[in-house]
């Protein structure tokens, strides 16, 4: 085995388990529509579930991250395909709401906790020259899943029912993410290797600089402005994602057209995230951002004016596009700014800060529309929120090393 080649073989096995991990998440659209249509529960007290489900799983990413720095990513990763398997088999047995709050609520969102934050921190460990690059790479297997997936459980929803769907969901979740797990290794020196697959080591400079731990890298401004710009941004992220299939419902379209609405998402999140990788690389990791929030804010707006299929779409593909390229930069960014050395601990808990947040949007949007009829002010909201990511983008800068 060369040595690039083992840098990029751990890319692909995170893209995998990410694949399976986001694919099942966002095929949560196509369970809701099912769920509301059997139990007849509003759409503000199921979406709670997934807000909830949002809220634990960001939070789980920061003990998941700083177990990865200290164990490594395999037996985290595997932990995490038990628990979000057993989650979703759970889902087939519901009868009442509070269920969906206990196993998709917080058991599935234990397990998904350890996918992201692992899975990306140790491509970040992996690469430093081609870190946007690998990083893309791997997230994009998650918006690759979010196009593959929903159509797949629409397909096994109407052929055997949402219960027996989610029963195979799960145990293909536990069986592959298992299986891929144990291919992870945490970090190029622990098999004797480089970043990047070089044959010596970075310099200081190009490696990120001193060691910022958690608590040093707590005491700087630029640690809490990454903070506050991606909880802005994710505050709306979700709204979409849960509620696009009802939406694209309550505009006249058919179950599985509505599904397929999802997929369009995963299309353009998976060519955002390749794109805005490596072009981030080139231009920087700040412009690369900013262009996504902008579009974001553009696409937010978007949806108010999607009455036809194309247009739908169109907006949605731009919206995956936007979407992926900001989450797959999140854990670049902060490798730039604070070094890989601690990327579990660091991005682990800026994501469990600002991911948490995003677990009001869905069930703020489902509240909206119980009382207006209409998703309208949710988007207008949103495009605000990233106006407003925008604004403290601008006042990021990396920290001085002798603050470390």
């Not at 893309?136 to 096994?156: E, K, M, V, W, Y």
């Not at 004797?192 to 700087?220: F, K, N, Q």
């Not at 262009?291 to 593909?317: E, H, I, K, P, S």
Request: hydrophobic content about 55%.
């Amino acid at each position: 085995m060369t040595r690039p080649f083992n840098g990029w073989f751990i890319v692909a096995a995170a893209f995998l388990v990410l694949f399976l991990a986001y694919g099942t998440q966002y095929a949560f659209g196509v369970f809701f529509s099912a769920l509301l249509e059997e139990f007849g529960w509003s759409r503000a007290s199921l979406a709670g579930a997934f807000s909830l489900y949002a809220f634990a799983y960001c939070l789980f990413g920061f003990p998941a991250g700083r177990l990865t720095d200290r164990w490594g990513p395999r037996p985290v990763i595997a932990f995490g395909g038990l628990f979000l398997g057993a989650a979703l088999a759970g889902m087939a047995l519901v009868t009442e709401l509070w269920q969906p709050y206990v196993l998709y609520g917080l058991v599935a969102a234990l397990g998904m906790g350890t996918a992201y934050v692992p899975c990306n921190t140790t491509v970040v460990r992996w690469f430093v020259r081609r870190r946007g690059l690998a990083v893309g790479i791997a997230s994009s297997g998650g918006s690759a899943g979010t196009f593959a997936l929903p159509p797949l459980a629409q397909l096994l929803v109407t052929a055997a029912g949402w219960r027996a769907a989610y029963l195979l969901f799960g145990l293909g979740i536990f069986v592959f993410v298992n299986l891929v797990a144990r291919v992870m290794r945490r970090d190029p020196e622990s098999m004797g290797l480089h970043p990047d697959g070089a044959s010596e080591p970075p310099s200081p400079e190009t490696a990120g600089g001193p060691v910022w731990t958690l608590g040093r890298a707590m005491r700087t401004g630029a640690f809490w402005m990454l903070g506050a710009t991606f909880t802005a941004t994710w505050i709306p992220v979700f709204v979409p994602l849960v509620h696009i299939v009802p939406f694209a419902r309550d505009l006249g379209f058919s179950p599985l057209v509505a599904a397929s609405v999802v997929s369009a998402l995963g299309i353009g999140a998976v060519v955002g995230r390749l794109l805005m990788g490596g072009v981030s690389d080139r231009i920087g990791r700040k412009p690369a951002i900013a262009a996504c929030m902008a579009l974001q804010a553009l696409t937010f707006l978007g949806f108010l004016g999607a009455r036809d299929l194309r247009v739908l779409y169109t907006n949605t593909l731009l919206f995956g596009y936007s979407y992926g390229g900001i989450s797959t930069l999140f854990p670049a960014i902060v490798g730039d700014f604070f070094g890989r050395e601690r990327a579990g601990a660091l991005v682990g808990f800026l994501f469990a800060l600002a991911g948490s947040m995003a677990a009001w949007g869905p069930f703020g949007a489902g509240a909206i529309y119980d009382a207006r009829g209409g998703y309208g002010l949710a988007f207008v909201l949103a495009t605000a929120l990233n106006v407003l990511a925008l604004g403290l983008l601008a006042f990021a800068r990396p920290p001085r090393a002798g603050l470390a």
